[in-house]
């Protein structure tokens, strides 16, 4: 697969990631170890060497299993990982959390569940309105002195918290949702990545499988087991409204010959070499699907289609209370 640049400070990556947050959580509790590492040996074997991960991911499980499979393979790959969160007895955030302290003990804790000596990818997973950007970065920095972290990153940070981010230390890349579906970024938080020379990596590509029309209402998940129960998107209405923008999505993909969610990636990796998106799977099978949409050719006829002729989305990409964690400065 061919590689894409992500900042100007030197790290490459292949022009797909691989997210394995559902590897071990948010999604359900089908899971399979054995298919997960199975899934990450395969991305690499296919030229996918990014992987994203993070502490929250469980908690904490997510980085052990990423760490146990990449054993014998650290060279092979751009390990990209997260902090910025609390959490009570059972797991769930509490709160935000970036004070220097915090950040020094969590990133050793995350170097030692990867089970390795750096980590090629930082990002703070949320701001902290508590603390400044400047303070967070500077804290970050020192792990990249120190040689245990290669580059810097943000996720959901607005233009302004850019700004102020890239004074204390070079941005590499920034994180942020993403998709045919939620287009918010274009109006202000890209123009700024391209303008201060920061890559961006979209997450949720796929609207969490929206796109591919092969999920159910939210009603019809378990609370206590699939974040999709919470998500004003796939709640009543809304989802109703939703599916007929993801039919709308399939005619055009039927008549390419390909699925919703080839091209869903397609249309995301032809909006600039900058954009390098992480579909998160747990299963061999959609990754080779995922992998595939790398090849998909848009023409300008395509695009027309995809950016003005789509349904409009209907409801919010995360609940209320979610929303609040988006830095919008």
């Avoid at 020379?197 to 999920?215: A, D, E, H, K, M």
């Avoid at 595939?292 to 695009?303: C, K, Q």
């Avoid at 289609?305 to 409009?312: D, K, M, T």
Wanted: positive net charge; aromatic residues 6%.
């Amino acid at each position: 697969m061919q590689q894409r640049k992500l900042g100007n400070q030197g790290l490459k990556v292949s022009a797909l990631g691989l997210g394995c947050m559902g590897m071990t959580w948010a999604y359900g509790t089908d899971r399979d170890e054995t298919e997960s590492i199975a899934t990450i040996h395969g991305a690499i074997d296919l030229g996918v060497n990014f992987l994203d991960t993070a502490e929250v991911y469980g908690p904490f499980t997510n980085e052990i299993l990423v760490g146990k499979a990449i054993q014998g393979r650290r060279d092979k790959v751009v390990i990209a990982t997260k902090f910025g969160f609390v959490f009570d007895e059972t797991g769930r955030i509490t709160a935000t959390d970036s004070r220097p302290a915090h950040i020094r003990d969590v990133v050793n804790a995350s170097l030692k569940r990867l089970q390795t000596d750096h980590i090629d990818l930082l990002y703070q997973h949320r701001v902290d309105p508590a603390i400044p950007i400047e303070e967070v970065v500077g804290t970050m920095a020192e792990f990249v002195r120190g040689g245990k972290v290669r580059y810097l990153g943000l996720s959901e940070a607005g233009p302004s918290t850019l700004r102020r981010a890239m004074k204390v230390h070079p941005i590499s890349a920034l994180q942020s949702e993403y998709s045919l579906f939620e287009r918010e970024v274009e109006r202000d938080v890209l123009p700024t990545c391209r303008e201060l020379g920061i890559g961006f990596v979209p997450y949720s590509p796929l609207g969490r499988g929206l796109i591919t029309g092969q999920v159910k209402r939210a009603e019809e998940y378990a609370a206590d087991n699939d974040n999709r129960k919470g998500i004003p998107r796939f709640q009543g209405e809304n989802f109703d409204r939703n599916m007929r923008r993801v039919e709308a999505v399939k005619v055009l993909a039927a008549k390419k010959g390909i699925t919703a969610g080839q091209l869903a990636l397609a249309w995301l990796l032809d909006r600039g070499r900058d954009i390098v998106p992480i579909p998160g799977t747990k299963r061999r099978k959609y990754l080779r699907e995922n992998v595939a949409a790398a090849n998909v050719v848009l023409t300008d006829a395509d695009r027309k289609y995809l950016n003005e002729s789509l349904p409009p989305v209907s409801g919010e990409r995360y609940s209320e209370q979610a929303m609040k964690m988006i830095d919008r400065g």
